[in-house]
């Protein structure tokens, strides 16, 4: 895995991306953040040796750096899961290759459904804490201390301070901020009745299909993490109706521009 990841890296700095201290993966149906990015270069997945490729169609599969509030970033416009088939090993190699490139800040988006009813559709919230409920975990097998310790520390994997920066652009900006806990589920099926109730047992706020492996493998590398989740729909056992994927990319298109502006003006004070 070190030896692929420094292959991936060398070519993606041979394409003229340079250092950046933040990278950003964005979520299903969060690609406008990508508009406001003033682009250097952008390189598809296909192309870097050793990348997965993303398969949902909501998930475009570039490689961007350029310029986003006077900062160079790095962002992964589309991001892979646990359920197209990919390892946990696969899905947070770009994090890995992120730390060879020089990234110390990763911000993360993603789409969730709200187990805590009083975060309605196309609201935000910061992720304060998380439950790994995939089978398995990215950091089992041979541990690489060029990336980081055998047992790392996860008492604090959201980055208060960031947690604090963004409930603070928040107010300033009229936005609200829900604050919890995100549960990573398998998927790709949604849950069923039962296992929402289970998930509200386990005290998780949110439940979604991502996010959790790579900041499970940040936190391995010693970067500092924020979160934001988009809540896409209520996930409520007693008043349970089909998920329409268009009512999904709806409400995440609501919320996006509520996103851009919080993620912006972080980068701005990083």
Not at 94 to 106: A, D
Not at 250 to 260: M, S
Request: with cysteine; charged share 25%.
């Amino acid at each position: 895995m070190l030896k692929k990841a420094q292959e991936a890296a060398k070519y993606i700095r041979e394409q003229g991306i340079y250092q950046s201290d933040t990278a950003i993966i964005l979520g299903t149906g969060l690609g406008k953040l990508a508009d406001e990015i003033e682009v250097d270069v952008s390189i598809d997945y296909k192309n870097i040796p050793h990348f997965p490729l993303s398969t949902v169609e909501f998930h475009s599969g570039k490689l961007i750096f350029g310029t986003i509030a006077g900062k160079k970033v790095l962002v992964m416009n589309g991001r892979f899961h646990f359920y197209e088939g990919y390892s946990l090993k696969e899905v947070t190699f770009p994090v890995r290759v992120m730390k060879l490139l020089g990234v110390k800040n990763l911000l993360v988006s993603n789409a969730a459904g709200a187990i805590n009813l009083s975060f309605p559709p196309a609201s935000l919230m910061v992720i304060d804490d998380h439950i790994n409920f995939l089978p398995g975990n990215p950091l089992t097998g041979k541990n690489h201390d060029e990336f980081g310790p055998r047992f790392p520390d996860m008492s604090r994997p959201y980055d208060p301070e960031f947690i604090g920066i963004l409930e603070e652009i928040a107010d300033k900006n009229n936005i609200t901020l829900n604050k919890g806990v995100y549960v990573a589920w398998i998927g790709p099926s949604l849950e069923t009745r039962a296992e929402y109730r289970f998930i509200k047992t386990m005290g998780a706020d949110v439940v979604g299909m991502s996010t959790v492996p790579e900041v499970i493998v940040a936190n391995h590398q010693g970067m500092r993490v924020a979160a934001v989740s988009v809540i896409t729909d209520l996930c409520d056992p007693d008043n349970l109706k089909p998920v329409d994927i268009n009512d999904i990319l709806r409400n995440a298109a609501i919320a996006e521009k509520d996103l851009v502006l919080l993620f912006t003006e972080l980068i701005k004070r990083l």
